[in-house]
């Protein structure tokens, strides 16, 4: 009976979850309770993926209504791949969140700050769950205003100021992204994506299709935060209050990449090329600035965290590479590095969470020598450093080899020996990190600090040894990648 | 001219509202142009659903032309999205209009530069 409903199970229970975060008014009792729904989210996304590999396509309609009447959620492997990563990263920051917030946040605010975090989650879910234009544009606005409030919820000042200015780029990317929808419902008739696909097919060649491709691409490279259009990010990731940064960092970025995927491959069809616009030739073009201007901009920086922001913009660069690709080893290669990065800086941010925790400071010059008396914290951040350069033995490595296939594949081998070269650029920041973290003289604030405390390393070491496991042995996610990816270019789910 | 002139009007809303977004400075200001353009994808899904002469979707006799009454159900959800958009992006200036004693962008760029250079901020100084 249950089972049935498990896609729209999915979001109800963040939802019903945040609800009851709100009228709980208690910081304890909204913990309680965003942990878990949140572990009651990820059991139903592990249910899902099982049975999606089991059966295909899971096919959900809400209220029992017909799809041209109603709204269908359509779980896919594509689908499967996504919720299961969002849901289980929301989980572990769920676990990280209860002292990192206690610190960070006034008390009155606590049970507020879960209240958005679950909307944030369930708003994310949703867009990876729903198979309707329209409603994916409600799920990511429920999603966005819950970020903007999560990052205003910084305790500096300027935390105001990054909220608002994401606040406007992204209702800039979001209003884009559904005039396009509403270019294609004109069109077509239809807002579910199915429908839309199959009518689609007799207007090929339509100028409103060509001008709707155009708004929903650059709508959503503005959520996703494409380079150039990624201005909004560092500050973003910055200011936030750090459980809410491992949240964002991890999965908001990588469900808009794959709300472009599904536009992209399923909606306009595997030949990526609509009309006039070559979105393929652009999209390279912008991946491969993205891989190589933020991570110079990174080098520079003297906030860890600003650090880590930048390279987020570069290391979406090379999944939204892997979808320019647009074959089966370049997309696997793009959709292992959405999985891999989420995992990678979920435990880096984790780690640098966990190190403003105890000193107080993200800031490079002061933590220098705090390897001597935070190892674990900071062993963490320098494997998921590793893993950012992409050293064998680390996910990274996996995710970049299948990258470089993908590129040879395609007759691009230039673009395999950038993809080489712009790592260096990740050896360079990373290098800067680890040099002061571990080889310098501990400071005044490094002497003092104690390790952090097991709430804080446990999730970030699932994280980390997640990282490793998957450079070793990455036979599931390369599986799991894979098949999203045949789905994406037409193959049977 | 004319016989496009709801879509021109749309356009321009549209245009004119992104604009001022770019070309402001004061965040208020930015907000309204924000929620001009939001307003023009109002008219751009309501428009096409529009029949002249056309009813209310009523099913009986009498009643064949009527008018698409799913724009107007969109439009709805999205008017209140761009109601909650406007009403936290308002929130927001009023918190930093106390914290940084300005709502002008330019000031506050300085504001942020200068928080930027100060030495260590503790984590008593929140």
């Known amino acids: 009976m249950i089972a049935s409903h498990l896609p729209v199970l999915l979001i109800i229970v963040p939802l019903l979850g945040a609800v009851l975060a709100a009228l709980s008014r208690h910081g304890f009792v909204a913990w309680l309770v965003a942990l878990l729904a949140s572990a009651a989210t990820m059991a139903v996304a592990f249910a899902l993926l099982w049975r999606v590999q089991a059966e295909g396509l899971i096919s959900y309609r809400i209220g029992g209504w017909a799809p041209e009447l109603g709204i269908e959620y359509r779980i896919d492997a594509v689908s499967a791949f996504i919720v299961v990563l969002v849901s289980a990263i929301a989980f572990l920051t769920m676990i990280y969140a209860r002292r990192s917030v206690l610190a960070e946040i006034s008390a009155e605010r606590v049970a507020w700050f879960y209240t958005m975090l679950l909307l944030c989650v369930a708003g994310l879910l949703g867009i990876a769950a729903t198979g309707d234009a329209f409603n994916a544009f409600v799920f990511l606005e429920v999603s966005s205003l819950a970020t903007y409030t999560l990052i205003a919820l910084g305790r500096d000042r300027r935390a105001l100021v990054a909220a608002y200015q994401y606040l406007i780029v992204g209702t800039i990317g979001a209003t884009l992204y559904v005039i396009g929808v509403g270019l294609i419902y004109l069109s077509t008739g239809t807002l579910n994506i199915g429908l839309i696909v199959e009518r689609l097919a007799s207007l090929q060649g339509s100028r409103a299709l060509t001008v709707a491709e155009a708004f929903i691409v650059v709508g959503i490279a503005l959520k996703l935060a494409l380079f150039p259009l990624h201005a909004w990010l560092p500050n973003a990731y910055a200011y936030a209050p750090s459980a809410a940064t491992v949240l964002l960092a991890s999965t908001a970025t990588k469900v808009a990449v794959y709300l472009l995927a599904r536009y992209l491959f399923t909606v306009f069809g595997g030949d990526i090329d609509v009309g006039a616009i070559p979105i393929s030739a652009i999209l390279i073009g912008l991946s491969v600035a993205a891989m190589f201007i933020p991570s110079a901009a990174a080098i520079f920086q003297n906030d860890v965290k600003r650090i880590l922001a930048l390279s987020s913009v570069g290391q979406i660069g090379y999944i939204t590479l892997g979808l320019a690709l647009a074959n089966q080893t370049g997309l696997t290669g793009g959709l292992l590095h959405l999985f891999n990065h989420a995992l990678m800086k979920g435990a880096a941010f984790m780690a640098i969470g966990a190190v403003v925790y105890r000193a107080g400071t993200a800031r490079l010059d002061d933590l220098s020598g705090i390897g001597r008396t935070m190892p674990w914290t900071v062993a963490a951040l320098t494997i998921a450093g590793l893993a950012l350069i992409g050293v064998p033995g680390t996910s990274g490595f996996v995710s970049k080899y299948y990258l470089i296939l993908g590129a040879l594949e395609a007759g691009l081998g230039w673009l395999a020996i950038l993809i080489v070269a712009s790592s260096l650029l990740a050896v360079l920041y990373v290098g800067r990190i680890v040099e002061v973290v571990w080889f310098r003289e501990p400071a005044a604030v490094a002497r003092e600090c104690r390790e952090a405390p097991l709430e804080l390393l446990l999730p970030m070491w699932i994280l980390a040894g997640a990282t490793i496991w998957f450079g070793i042995d990455a036979e599931w996610p390369v599986g799991l990648a894979a098949s999203a990816a045949r789905v994406l270019l037409g193959g049977a789910p | ?126």
């Open chain 2, 1 to 126: 001219m004319t016989a496009h002139f709801s879509q021109s009007a749309t356009i321009l809303l549209m245009v004119a509202g992104l604009y001022i977004v770019i070309a402001r400075g004061n965040m208020v200001k930015k907000l309204i142009g924000l929620s001009m353009f939001q307003s023009s994808v109002y008219l751009l899904y309501i428009l096409p659903g529009k029949l002249i002469g056309g009813t209310a979707p009523i099913l009986g006799a009498g009643y064949s032309v009527y008018a698409n009454p799913l724009p107007h159900v969109l439009i709805l959800t999205a008017i209140v999205v761009g109601v909650a958009t406007l009403a936290l992006g308002l929130t927001l200036v009023v918190r930093i209009k106390e914290a940084f004693g300005t709502i002008e962008e330019d000031e506050i760029a300085g504001d942020m530069r200068s928080d930027g250079s100060k030495p260590g901020r503790g984590r008593k100084s929140a």
